[in-house]
């Protein structure tokens, strides 16, 4: 809440910055990024995500930065547009070179350049419309020119007509004149313009990955990145990769036809042409972010040969596999797949410049695409000539570079397969080749941790595991886009033994902590003490053991509940995750402060109630990870509509798992208009307060008949008395009590709530007056004035709106109220015997001197902040009572992270309600409006008959 403003990726940054990521590097050399510590001493990171593959050479290259910098010292042009450019040239001239070492025989390539590897993609892909709509042009063309010999052969009667007209569809009889060869030719032509319509189709392989721009985020298989612009490009199908059945069967689907005529023997026949409808096919030797999975020698051969049988253009994506970093200068010759095209990027420009590149061999190339496509920046003489020179540092020595990254990958990759022996329960795979590699960790959806669980289901496991490398290890890692269980690898051809025994060492650690479940190590940097040592020494095991109170299998339950929670307090947390134990107060509510953008953690196993009625109820908890105090700042700030979309969509996540009550609860319920403001239909929501109302008032009534022979006469205060609980317990405290006291927060609006409630105080003890109950407490008193007397006389209705009438007569008749106060000062609390603590802060707010002597006080809260003053726990003539706490008749267990307040056989009120509820069928919003007396006797009854009982303890 208190982050500085940006502007910049403000929503990803604080994504990062939730998991410690979001550095401020200051300096980069060659595997190292450099941050500045508290004292300003730099700090070195070893760097495994070389800018996402753009740093082959590593960073800041020496003799790439003095080259830079003597490019711009010397005022070499960086926009020179519309002149020569021959050192784009010579770039060419050695990519040319390369390519024809690489592919033996190949043809030469025409060069065009683009500042991004997306761009250079899209570049290949209107190149490859482009040259399919000049084919598509000259077919026509083409038939055209042979309608025209075919006519004029008929008419010099060197050509017979058809006799077989059965490709053209419908019924039309060959043609026995000219004038019907004609209206033949006129029906060809409408076949073929109805096929001309047929829109292009490119294809890709699934898990691909080109990119993000409008055009080439549609070659992006992943559907986080492309569907909500699918409507924006034309159709991609993708097809498996390593599959290339599969993609003969799909393409054959696409392929179109259209007819011509041509004269054979004398005779004019109707053929078959193929219609250029097959755009391209784009593939990556290697699918990097898909999960580095290579393609087969045997499928990129097949592939060609279809291709090459429909004049489907292959473009070959080498911006993440090119410039040498799998060990050849391209990935794609590796495997014998020729391309018609191919894109390179990233380290083309030497970790320095903006640079890409789209290669086109001459006999597909269309010289006329220079005139239709243009970049301002693509080609720029700074670039260019960056990209020559690191094109000559990564031929040097014959290509010494690509040798050390097949040199150093296979080490890496020697590391990696040891460890995935020694731990097999924790990594799930070890894949790549060169200096492109992925370790790929075991599923970690069913984890014992709920940290380690909530991580993996959310898909940020890897952004965890990452941020513990780089904070406790000083190692900075990538995930890939479509594997989140993936941890990419690619440093620069400079990575030396030392820093791969670095990496090795804090992967050890990672293995040990998923393996034993031990999520303290994992997040201590997070939580605010010293990065580089955790609250203990040693990992602890905390694999996961049979669940206390979980479903067993005994059949289905009768219905389904579930609870939107917060773990609010650092003792619900340690409850959610034992790990956690050794962490203090501060570091774990620090932790939480940290996790604010990713509240959600995963819902827990059901706990099965069985009621004593035959019936029984599976509840599952489904937490958010916000303390109460962040819970408080959202409602000071007026930003609790962000909290109410969180419960919107945990609501939604319950309703899918077939739960038809769920309760809102643990300080949820004021930012989700209790209930009435979530918007998720066919289902019940309850935040459980009409449960706790009854169960607290029942409690105190029970104390008082022990203390004082009775709760008549009593004068009652009720801290929080402008709030929905609150106000119900001043209310229905007003058959009992002879005055009752509100005291509220004194902030804006505070006075306006207690007003509020003052009044539906009178017009509930007008109710109960009228209708006729033996008058006690306010009652009473009231019954005395002669308002009253003078509406009983008239047999004024019992329902009647009545509260603010009296409450004016009231302020005319007396200086003071005598019977209800309305103040934010808390010392009036000691002139009451019964005190109800229904204050939503997240500390104290009562102490010694506001309690007279031998006072009944009532927690409300889930936290027990009034328990929490250290004065009130000496005060031995104080009776406690934990407010709405329930006993439960089967001692259900609940779920951890909601019972670290309840003892055996008890059970929050809150909880209570959404078990009573789901087992009595109960449908609709429970809590909209107020907690009237009506609501209240109806839900203590119905938890009576499932076995709740009050607890006054």
């Given at each position: ?13 604080g ?5 410690g ?25 070893l ?29 070499w ?18 990519l ?8 033996p ?67 039309m ?29 490119f ?11 409008v ?45 011509d005529?041509e004269v ?51 473009v070959?994506?080498e ?23 191919y894109v ?22 269309r ?27 990564l ?12 040199e150093?990958g ?16 924790v990594v ?31 898909g ?34 400079y ?14 650690d ?6 034993h ?28 053991a ?24 650092p ?14 107060d ?19 196993a ?33 930003q ?8 919107d ?14 309760g ?36 105190v ?18 801290v ?7 106000s ?54 009231l ?8 509406w ?8 009647e709106?009545s ?12 200086d ?9 000062d808390?010392l ?19 102490d ?40 439960v ?22 909880v ?21 007396r ?20």
């Amino acid at each position: 809440m208190n982050a500085p403003t940006r502007y910049a990726e403000a929503l990803l940054t604080g994504m990062l910055g939730a998991f410690g990521l979001d550095v401020e590097y200051v300096r980069a050399e060659k595997n190292s990024l450099y941050y500045l510590d508290d004292t300003g001493a730099e700090v070195p990171v070893l760097d495994l995500v070389g800018g996402w593959g753009s740093l082959m050479l590593g960073h800041n290259h020496p003799e790439i930065v003095a080259y830079a910098k003597e490019l711009l010292e010397t005022g070499w042009p960086v926009h020179s547009q519309h002149s020569a450019h021959p050192v784009a040239d010579q770039v060419g001239a050695v990519l040319n070179g390369i390519v024809g070492r690489e592919f033996p025989g190949a043809e030469p390539h025409s060069v065009v350049f683009a500042n991004s590897g997306a761009e250079a993609v899209e570049a290949a892909v209107k190149h490859c419309e482009f040259d399919r709509v000049l084919r598509m042009k000259s077919l026509f063309e083409q038939i055209e020119w042979n309608a025209d010999v075919a006519l004029t052969a008929l008419r010099e009667g060197a050509a017979a007509l058809p006799d077989d007209t059965s490709l053209l569809p419908g019924d039309m009889p060959a043609p026995t004149t000219v004038e019907e060869f004609g209206a033949l030719l006129g029906a060809v032509a409408a076949h073929n313009l109805e096929r001309a319509a047929t829109a292009p189709v490119f294809f890709a392989l699934e898990r691909a990955f080109h990119g993000k721009l409008v055009g080439s985020t549609q070659f992006t298989y992943n559907p986080l990145f492309r569907a909500a612009f699918a409507s924006l490009g034309r159709e991609v199908c993708f097809v498996p990769p390593n599959d290339a059945a599969a993609f003969e069967d799909i393409l054959s689907e696409h392929r179109v036809t259209v007819l011509d005529v041509e004269v054979v023997d004398g005779v004019i026949t109707l053929v078959e042409r193929e219609f250029p409808a097959v755009a391209g096919l784009l593939v990556e030797p290697i699918q990097g972010e898909g999960g580095i999975h290579a393609l087969t020698p045997e499928f990129a051969a097949r592939i060609r040969e279809i291709c090459d049988e429909v004049r489907c253009p292959i473009v070959v994506d080498e911006i993440q596999t090119g410039m040498g970093r799998t060990g050849t200068f391209f990935a794609s010759s590796a495997i014998g797949l020729v391309g018609d095209a191919y894109v390179l990027g990233k380290s083309l420009g030497g970790g320095i410049a903006k640079t890409s590149a789209m290669l086109v061999r001459q006999s597909r190339y269309r010289p006329e695409f220079e005139l239709v496509h243009s970049s301002t920046f693509a080609k720029d003489g700074f670039s260019t000539a960056v990209a020559l020179r690191t094109l000559e540092l990564l031929e040097v020595d014959d290509g010494a570079a690509y040798d050390r990254a097949a040199e150093r990958g296979e080490r890496i990759l020697a590391m990696l397969r040891e460890l995935a022996g020694a731990y097999p329960d924790v990594v799930a795979d070890v894949r790549g080749k060169g200096l492109l590699i992925g370790l790929e960790f075991a599923d970690q959806s069913q984890a014992a941790s709920p940290v380690i669980r909530q991580k993996a289901l959310a898909g940020l496991l890897v952004f965890q595991l990452g941020s513990y490398l780089q904070l406790a290890h000083h190692i900075r890692t990538g995930p890939t886009a479509s594997v989140p269980t993936m941890l990419r690898i690619e440093p620069s051809i400079y990575i030396s033994d030392e820093e791969i025994d670095q990496l090795r060492t804090g992967l050890v650690d990672v293995c040990e902590i998923l393996r034993h479940q031990d999520a303290l190590t994992l997040i201590h940097p997070l939580t605010g003490g010293e990065q580089d040592r955790a609250p203990r020494s040693e990992i602890r095991d905390f694999r996961p053991a049979p669940a206390d109170g979980a479903v067993a299998a005994a059949g289905p339950a009768t219905a389904k509940a579930g609870l939107v929670s917060y773990p609010l307090t650092p003792d619900t947390l340690r409850e959610l995750d034992p790990s956690l134990a050794d962490l203090d107060d501060d570091r774990l509510l620090a932790y939480a402060r940290r996790c604010e953008l990713l509240k959600d953690l995963p819902a827990f196993a059901p706990v099965r109630y069985d009621s004593p009625q035959g019936t029984s109820v599976d509840l599952t908890v489904y937490p958010l990870l916000v303390t109460q105090q962040q819970l408080r700042e959202y409602q000071v700030s007026g930003q609790t509509f962000l909290i109410g979309l969180d419960v919107d969509r945990r609501v939604r996540e319950a309703k899918a798992d077939g739960c038809g009550t769920v309760g809102v609860g643990f300080g949820l319920g004021a930012v989700s208009g209790h209930g009435a403001a979530l918007r998720v239909p066919g289902i019940t929501v309850t935040a459980g307060s009409a449960l706790a109302v009854g169960s607290a008032l029942t409690a105190v009534e029970r104390v008082a008949a022990e203390r004082f022979g009775g709760p008549d006469g009593l004068t009652v205060a009720v801290v929080g008395g402008g709030g929905r609980t609150g106000s119900a317990i001043a209310a229905l405290s007003a058959g009992w009590a002879a005055k009752i006291i509100l005291v509220g927060s004194g902030r804006p609006g505070s006075d306006e709530r207690l007003r509020a409630t003052r009044v539906r105080i009178y017009q509930e003890a007008w109710e109960r007056i009228a209708s006729g109950e033996e008058p006690t407490g306010v009652c009473a008193a009231l019954a005395t004035e002669p308002l009253i007397a003078g509406w009983l006389a008239d047999g004024r209705s019992a329902d009647e709106p009545s509260g603010a009438e009296i409450a004016a007569f009231i302020d005319h008749a007396h200086d003071v109220d005598p019977f209800v106060v309305a103040t934010d000062d808390l010392l009036s609390v000691a002139n009451a015997q019964v005190v109800f603590s229904a204050h939503s802060s997240p500390v104290p707010v009562l102490d010694e001197k506001h309690l007279s002597d031998r006072a009944i006080i009532c927690d409300m809260s889930f936290f027990g902040t009034a328990a929490e003053s250290a004065a009130l726990a000496s005060r031995g003539d104080l009776r406690y009572v934990r407010g709405g706490m329930l006993s439960v008749s089967n001692r259900v267990i609940l779920p951890r992270g909601v019972s670290a307040s309840t003892g055996a056989g008890e059970l929050l009120a809150g909880v209570a309600e959404v078990i009573t509820l789901a087992l009595s069928g109960s449908s609709g919003s429970m809590d909209d409006g107020l907690i009237t007396r009506e609501r209240v006797d109806a839900i203590v009854d119905l938890a009576k008959q499932h076995g709740f009982e009050t607890v006054s303890t």
